[in-house]
């Protein structure tokens, strides 16, 4: 039996951003958070206590996407400057960009394998690249207006897209085709995911509507108007049992999936939230608000009914050929309406940790080098996942732990070089000005001996990571066999 339902907490706040945060999403593999912001950054947040926030930068327009790779490797971002970003989430924050669509990019997301991207893009277009040439495979083209999101099926075999041509479209990756087209009169949809089992589809609708389909049977499952406003942002809870949905009426939504009822309202920002994302494990789950704020909660949702239901998605994604998932049978449809019945939870006054302060946030910024800069020493080849091959990026296969040496200098799109910004208290960065070659020369020693300190220190909260959970499994499994001898 699971444990009893607890309410949502909210843990703290982070803040850093000077622009509406459009997209949260949780490292896979470490305690980490990425945020994108309108503002052009991106962040890295470590959620331990008194660790420094880290700011990339590198698009020259808002930032309207981010997401972790599975395998927890790499990080790629969308960008209003019409691009795409594949980064090496380091201290150095490596990064290549993707150029092919022709106007702002909406949104970024991985396969599964980690092999594969997907872009969407005002351009009405879903494009799919490969990450280990970073280069364009193929472009899927019929929608007839912007393209919002574009996602991966967990199984990596179809890719699902919303655009403002008021459709959803089901694309088989592999015939590269348009398999399924669910229209929709009420309104469009402002972002689409698949559930973790991959057998439906989650629609935020502008028309205040969250919708869930049966992508096997085609069929409406689910359709709640539990929002007084637009949906921006949904994401499912790893057992696929409860949704959370992110509005610009400042709500953010818990839903519980099996009975079809509205469990939470919560509170917590002012004004419009754009996007929520939970956790792996599902333990906790992050949002992020047009106010610049990133709220991250706890919860204990199927604390521990959803481990046995994350090992049956997990075989269902390695499945044989099509069709799709048909062992598990689609629920009976029924649609839901609005209910009042739900918990309603205004943190502002109830903050667990209103205590810690803010963050020291570092500038990593990879920009093309300018005569007012001299140049940097040469530096031994790197193996790292951009390694050079005829002027062209490869990718290798160290782990990022060991992919920033001191000085790490590489050819991303021409010569680039690493420049660490101070950032004063309104947010803004000094520029970079001209100085003797003598003095520049003792600042890159200076910078050298800091950033070894830092790669030390990363290393080491790392390695501190992976003790603790490996002590946290020894005592789980300690108490499991206690249990069975007792029994």
């Given at each position: 039996?699971?444990?009893?339902?607890e309410?949502?907490?909210?843990?703290?706040?982070?803040?850093?951003?000077?622009?509406a945060?459009?997209?949260?999403?949780?490292?896979?593999?470490?305690?980490?958070?990425?945020?994108s912001s309108?503002?052009?950054?991106?962040?890295?947040?470590?959620?331990?206590?008194?660790?420094?926030?880290?700011?990339?930068?590198?698009?020259l327009?808002?930032?309207?996407?981010?997401?972790?790779?599975?395998?927890?490797?790499?990080?790629?971002?969308?960008?209003?400057?019409?691009?795409?970003?594949?980064w090496?989430?380091?201290?150095?924050g490596?990064?290549v960009?993707l150029?092919?669509?022709?106007?702002?990019v909406?949104?970024?997301?991985?396969?599964?394998?980690?092999?594969?991207?997907?872009?969407?893009?005002n351009?009405?277009?879903?494009?799919?690249?490969s990450?280990?040439?970073?280069?364009?495979?193929?472009?899927?083209?019929q929608h007839?207006?912007?393209?919002r999101?574009?996602?991966y099926?967990?199984?990596?075999?179809?890719i699902?897209?919303?655009?403002?041509?008021?459709?959803?479209k089901?694309?088989?990756?592999?015939?590269?085709t348009c398999?399924?087209?669910?229209?929709?009169?009420?309104?469009?949809a402002?972002?689409?995911?698949?559930?973790?089992?991959?057998?439906?589809?989650?629609?935020?609708g502008s028309?205040h509507?969250?919708?869930?389909?049966?992508?096997?049977?085609?069929?409406?499952?689910?359709?709640h108007?539990v929002?007084?406003?637009?949906?921006?942002?949904?994401?499912?809870?790893?057992?696929g049992?409860?949704l959370?949905?992110?509005?610009d009426?400042?709500t953010l939504?818990?839903?519980?999936l099996?009975?079809?009822?509205?469990?939470?309202?919560?509170?917590?920002?002012?004004?419009?939230?754009l996007?929520?994302?939970?956790?792996?494990g599902?333990?906790?789950?992050?949002?992020g608000?047009?106010?610049?704020?990133?709220?991250?909660?706890?919860?204990?949702?199927?604390?521990?009914e959803?481990k046995?239901?994350?090992?049956?998605h997990?075989?269902?994604?390695?499945?044989?050929?099509?069709?799709h998932?048909?062992?598990?049978?689609?629920?009976?449809?029924?649609?839901?309406n609005?209910?009042?019945?739900?918990?309603?939870?205004?943190?502002?006054?109830d903050v667990t940790?209103?205590?810690?302060?803010?963050?020291?946030?570092?500038?990593?910024?990879?920009?093309?080098?300018v005569?007012?800069?001299?140049?940097?020493k040469?530096?031994?080849?790197?193996?790292?996942?951009?390694a050079?091959?005829?002027?062209v990026?490869?990718?290798g296969?160290?782990?990022?732990?060991?992919?920033c040496?001191?000085?790490?200098k590489?050819n991303?799109?021409?010569?680039?070089?690493?420049?660490?910004?101070?950032?004063d208290k309104?947010?803004?960065?000094?520029?970079?000005?001209?100085?003797?070659?003598?003095l520049?020369n003792?600042?890159?020693?200076i910078?050298?001996q800091?950033?070894i300190?830092?790669l030390?220190?990363?290393?080491?909260?790392q390695?501190?990571?992976?003790?603790?959970?490996?002590?946290?499994?020894?005592?789980?499994?300690q108490?499991?066999?206690?249990?069975?001898?007792?029994?």
């Open positions: 039996m699971a444990s009893a339902l309410d949502p907490i909210l843990i703290r706040y982070f803040k850093g951003h000077k622009n945060v459009s997209c949260v999403a949780f490292n896979p593999t470490t305690k980490a958070l990425a945020t309108l503002d052009r950054f991106l962040m890295i947040w470590n959620l331990r206590s008194n660790s420094k926030a880290f700011r990339f930068v590198g698009h327009e808002g930032v309207t996407c981010v997401q972790f790779s599975p395998d927890g490797h790499l990080l790629a971002s969308a960008s209003q400057d019409r691009t795409a970003r594949l090496i989430p380091c201290i150095y490596e990064s960009s150029k092919g669509h022709i106007a702002p909406c949104s970024v997301n991985f396969s599964q394998d980690s092999q594969f991207l997907a872009t969407a893009s351009d009405k277009t879903v494009k799919v690249w990450i280990h040439s970073q280069r364009l495979l193929f472009t899927l083209s007839t207006h912007w393209v999101c574009a996602k099926s967990p199984d990596g075999r179809l699902v897209s919303c655009s403002e041509d008021k459709t959803v089901v694309w088989d990756v592999r015939n590269k398999i399924d087209n669910i229209i929709d009169y009420d309104g469009f402002n972002y689409v995911d698949f559930s973790p089992d991959g057998t439906c589809i989650a629609c935020a028309d509507t969250v919708k869930i389909w049966d992508i096997r049977i085609n069929k409406l499952l689910q359709q108007q929002h007084r406003a637009g949906v921006n942002c949904t994401s499912f809870h790893p057992s049992n409860y959370i949905t992110a509005s009426d400042g939504k818990i839903m519980d099996l009975g079809g009822r509205l469990l939470y309202t919560l509170h917590g920002h002012e004004g419009p939230v996007s929520v994302a939970f956790s792996k599902g333990e906790t789950f992050a949002s608000g047009s106010d610049a704020q990133v709220l991250l909660w706890k919860t204990n949702f199927d604390a521990l959803y046995k239901l994350l090992k049956e997990m075989r269902r994604i390695h499945t044989d050929e099509p069709p998932l048909l062992d598990i049978y689609p629920r009976s449809p029924h649609r839901h609005a209910k009042s019945q739900s918990v309603e939870i205004n943190p502002s006054y940790d209103m205590q810690t302060f803010d963050p020291p946030v570092v500038d990593i910024s990879s920009v093309a080098s005569s007012s800069i001299s140049p940097a040469p530096s031994p080849p790197l193996a790292t996942p951009f050079h091959q005829d002027g990026e490869k990718k296969s160290q782990h990022p732990s060991a992919l040496p001191p000085m790490a590489t991303l799109e021409g010569e680039n070089r690493y420049i660490m910004h101070t950032v309104s947010g803004t960065m000094d520029e970079a000005v001209s100085i003797s070659p003598v520049t003792a600042l890159e020693h910078v050298e800091l950033d300190l830092t030390t220190v990363s290393v080491l909260e390695r501190l990571t992976l003790t603790e959970d490996k002590l946290k499994e020894c005592l789980e499994n108490q499991k066999l206690l249990l069975s001898v007792q029994q």
